[in-house]
């Protein structure tokens, strides 16, 4: 079995709007800003915005076995959503709770920054102490521990440059 990251067509946006409400839910664990309204639909929805076909949105769909397991959504440059003079921002990410801590988060991330080369942004709510650990720990082995610590809108976050790293190990 293995993990695909590819990037979602329009045919599989129906699976990335499955996916969508269970990563929100999630996320309202750490705050009030992801509430369900009065259809119980939850907003914010920005997935909208990841649906379109263009150039500086990369909507990618994770497979385990052929079964959907998540997703990531990375905004490319000029993306209206990203600090000047970064490549990419990867805004969204996602896996489900009952395929986490089995290495497939970190196969998926390395498998999308090994994609796209660039300088690179993330940040995770501040509440969220998993993720920044993820992150943390993913990217100090990932580039030698040459990342940045920053806040964006006040939230945890980092930003490192890719474009000279090896490829990851399979």
């Given at each position: 079995?293995?993990?695909?990251?590819?990037r979602?067509s329009?045919a599989?946006y129906?699976?990335?709007?499955n996916l969508y409400p269970?990563?929100?839910?999630?996320?309202?664990?750490?705050g009030d800003g992801?509430?369900?309204?009065?259809?119980g639909i939850?907003q914010?929805?920005?997935?909208?915005?990841?649906l379109?076909?263009s150039e500086?949105?990369?909507?990618?769909?994770f497979?385990?076995?052929?079964?959907?397991?998540?997703f990531?959504?990375?905004?490319q440059?000029?993306f209206?959503?990203?600090?000047p003079?970064r490549d990419?921002?990867?805004?969204?990410?996602f896996?489900i709770?009952?395929?986490?801590?089995h290495?497939?988060?970190?196969?998926?991330?390395?498998?999308?920054f090994?994609?796209y080369?660039?300088?690179w942004?993330l940040s995770?709510l501040r509440?969220?102490r998993?993720a920044?650990?993820f992150?943390?720990r993913?990217l100090?082995?990932?580039?030698?521990?040459t990342?940045?610590?920053t806040l964006?809108?006040?939230?945890?976050?980092q930003?490192f440059d890719?474009r000279?790293?090896?490829?990851s190990?399979?």
């Open positions: 079995m293995s993990l695909r990251v590819t979602a329009p599989e129906p699976i990335l709007r269970l990563y929100l839910h999630d996320l309202s664990e750490y992801y509430t369900l309204d009065a259809q939850w914010p929805d920005y997935l909208p915005t990841w379109t076909e500086q949105v990369h909507p990618l769909l497979r385990w076995d052929d079964r959907p397991v998540g990531a959504l990375v905004g440059a000029p209206p959503y990203m600090t003079g990419f921002r990867l805004s969204e990410f896996i709770r009952s395929q986490r801590r290495g497939l988060g970190q196969r998926a991330a390395l498998a999308i090994d994609r080369r660039g300088v942004e995770q509440e969220n998993g920044i650990g992150w943390r993913l100090t082995d990932y580039t030698g521990g990342f940045q610590e964006i809108d006040g939230e945890p976050a930003v890719n000279h790293l090896p490829p190990p399979p």
